[in-house]
Every structure is written in structure tokens, then in C-alpha cells.
Nanobody, 126 residues
Framework: QVQLVESGGGLVQAGDSLRLSCAAS????????TAWFRQAPGNERDFVGL????????TYADSMKGRFTISRDHAKNAVYLQMDRLKPEDTAVYYC???????????????????WGQGTQVTVSS
């Protein structure tokens, strides 16, 4: 089992930056990828980006490229989501998720991930 805890959300103004953290504990040695998703009210949970844990390779949704950056701290077992030039449409609950098995689902699908954090609210005012 892997436990994930997000932090760092809050209320910011358009154009500001925010860094979210995802702290992992438990059996983290087998994690293949850690992803960020977000969900706005009435919307589905959308893929933001991911980092592959073996290669540190990152992938982003097209709308986040150039504004969002995912990184990790190996020593702290943490993954970060740096969000710059935030827009009101970035308002959502942000979740980190981890997978330690290969399954039928794409890396971009929430169904691929076995472990989820509780989410952290990000609100961007105009």
C-alpha cells in the first residue's frame, strides 16, 4: 500500500504561482509513476501531468505545457507540481495519484492509478 498526502493549495490571484506537494509513504519502492489530476465542480477528473519514477521523465497535458512543472525529491519521497501564470480556469481540486502495476489503462486515465491523495483545493481569482 502507498499513502499520498497533498498540500500547498490555496487562494491566489490570476498570474500568481503556487507549488503543490505530494508526500508518499508506505511501499513506495514499487511505484512506477506519480501523476497529478484535477477536478473542477461538475467536471471529470482531468489529467495534468505525470513523472515516471525510474527515469524522472515528465509528461503534461497540452493545456499545461509551459506553465506547469512536475519534479520530485528522491530523499523526501515527494513529488511537486509547480504552477505558474495561473488562470481562473485552473481552479479545481488537485489530486496526486500513484500506480505500481501495469494495467489496461493509459497513464493519462485516472483508472490507471491505484493510490490517491485526499486532494487540495486551488482557487484562482480574476
Amino acid at each position: 500500500q502507498v499513502q499520498l498526502v497533498e498540500s500547498g493549495g490555496g487562494l491566489v490571484q490570476a498570474g500568481d504561482s503556487l507549488r503543490l506537494s505530494c508526500a508518499a509513504s508506505g511501499r513506495t519502492g514499487g511505484v512506477l509513476a506519480t501523476a497529478w489530476f484535477r477536478q473542477a465542480p461538475g467536471n471529470e477528473r482531468d489529467f495534468v501531468g505525470l513523472i515516471k519514477m525510474v527515469t524522472d521523465t515528465t509528461t503534461y497535458a497540452d493545456s499545461m505545457k509551459g506553465r506547469f512543472t512536475i519534479s520530485r525529491d528522491h530523499a523526501k519521497n515527494a513529488v511537486y507540481l509547480q504552477m505558474d501564470r495561473l488562470k481562473p480556469e485552473d481552479t479545481a481540486v488537485y489530486y496526486c495519484a500513484a500506480r505500481d502495476t501495469l494495467n489496461y489503462y493509459s497513464d493519462y486515465s485516472p483508472d490507471a492509478y491505484e493510490y490517491w491523495g485526499q486532494g487540495t483545493q486551488v482557487t484562482v481569482s480574476s
